[in-house]
Structures are given as C-alpha cells and as structure tokens.
C-alpha cells in the first residue's frame, strides 16, 4: 500500500464511516481460513467459533498484516487492542436482518452507561472503536455483503438516521480485503440470494482504556501471544490488565506481579 493508497483509505473512513482495504490476506489464506471455519463449525454451539486466534494459526494472520495493524493504529493509537475474533458462515438464504450500531455491549452506546448529560447522543468526535470483517470470500450484491450506511458514524442519535433504507449501500469487496468501519457506523448483513455460503472473520478493536468484548489477556493462549512477536502483549491488551496487587507489587510493563511476587499471578 501506497502512502497515497494509505491516505485515500484514512479519508475515505473520515468521510464516509468505513474503508475496503485490498489484497490482506492471499488466496491460499482465504482458502485456509475457509476450511477452518467448516471445521469449527460443527463445534458452533460449544463456541467454536468464538476466539479464533485460539484454534487455528491461520487466524493469526488477522493481526500480523502490518498495512492494517498501521490503519488500526492511525484511528485508535499505538496501544489499540484486539476485542475478540470471530467465525462468519452465511448460508444461502440468510441475512438481510436490518441494521444496528454497535457499541450496545460493552461501548459507549450501552443503555446502562448512558448519562443524562449525553442527551440521548453518541460520540462521534472521535473514533472510539473500529469493527474488521476478513472477507475469506467475495463480497457481492447478492451473497450477504455488508450494507451499511456512508456517513451515519456522524449521526449522534440513537436511532437508525432517517431515510436510512434509501441510502444503504451493500459495500461489494474481493477475496482477501478487509473491510474496516467505525462501530457507530449503521451496518448489518445483507440477504445472500446466491447458491453459495459467504465466508469471513470478524476482528472489533477497541482503544486500550475502553471494556473489550472478552478479557483476552486472560484467554488468550501464551504460545499465540510469542508468535505475534513483540506487539502480541499490546494486541491482546496484557500491558493493560488493572492491577489486582498493590501497585507497588505491581509490573505495568508486564501487566501482572512483579518477580519477587510470581506466585500471586494469575492464569
């Protein structure tokens, strides 16, 4: 990617709420990551398809692209942390269920942490978190792309913006692209009229002092946080564990009790 390249995605996300990174992962990743999927699959209801990172190194590749870990970062800092990693099979006649902000669970949208002050209004100064959906298929008119309303991450109601059937738009995207959206960008699956399940993994990160998805310092597995080489303690938010010792016993660096205090870690 270009500096140009680079610049034309950051302006495309400023304006329209989302950008379509090409060419992150190849074909034979594409393929690799297809054939996992089927194979959780049929674990789905033990949550198979939850924490990919965990199941299979091809997952890994979601967050070792530096051109994308560089987009992530320019939105939301050195420090950004991967919230969770998730499987997505759309079957043929599925999708198409409307469309949702997201931020309800653990964001700035959820009901429970909205103050009087807010006036019923979202932030949207600032980019709080970004969504990425791996498509390991293509993405078409036709096979459940996403849709997803340009220009709504500005909007700071709570509500869907009005006419927001007639702007829609299904944002169409080749095997191996990324594509990247703000979390207050209005978004859902699109119906997939074809004959063919569409593929991808769903990656949200979050800036490092927001509540992430799942406490993936804690889950992920040690051997998955070395192969992600020096930035595998920032992506999965290990440096930013709360202390659970006085801070003086505490190593923030390392994100757990220092030497002399081992023995209190906690898996």
């Known amino acids: 990617m270009t500096q140009e390249e680079f610049d034309q995605h950051v302006l495309h996300m400023q304006l329209q709420g989302y950008a379509v990174l090409p060419a992150i992962l190849t074909p034979d990743e594409c393929a690799e990551g ?9 674990q789905r209801e033990q949550g198979g398809f939850e924490l990919l990172f965990n199941k299979a190194r091809i997952f890994e590749r979601s967050y070792q692209v530096p051109q994308l870990i ?8 050195a420090d950004a942390l991967l919230s969770s990693m998730h499987g997505s099979i759309l ?3 599925s999708g198409g269920g409307g469309l949702h902000a997201d931020g309800a669970i653990t964001g700035h949208n959820r009901s429970q942490s909205l103050a ?4 019923q209004r979202r932030i ?5 978190a970004l969504n990425t959906i791996h498509c390991l298929t293509p993405f078409t008119a036709t096979n459940g792309a996403t ?3 340009p220009g709504s991450h500005l909007y700071d109601g ?19 692209s990324v594509l990247v959206f ?7 699956s699109s119906a997939n009229q074809s004959e063919a399940a569409r593929y991808a993994v769903l990656n949200p990160w979050r800036r490092q002092w927001t509540r992430c998805e799942y406490e993936v310092a804690r889950l992920v597995k040690p051997e998955v946080v070395d192969r992600a080489g020096e930035d595998g303690k920032i992506i999965f938010g290990q440096g930013a564990t709360p202390p659970y010792l006085e801070m003086w016993q505490w190593d923030r660096e390392q994100g757990g009790p220092k030497g002399e205090w081992a023995h209190l870690h906690r898996a």
Do not use: K
């Open 124 to 128: 949207t100064s600032h980019i709080i």
């Open 91 to 93: 079957p043929p006649g």
């Open 182 to 188: 703000n979390v207050n960008t209005w978004h859902g």
């Open 158 to 176: 709570l509500d869907l913006p009005a006419d927001h059937l007639r702007q829609a738009r299904i944002v169409a995207a080749e095997a191996g």
């Open 147 to 149: 849709q997803l309303v």
């Open 34 to 42: 297809i054939d996992q999927l089927n194979r959780l699959a049929r």
């Open 70 to 77: 560089r987009f992530i970062r320019h939105f939301l800092g």
């Open 116 to 119: 009087a002050a807010d006036g």
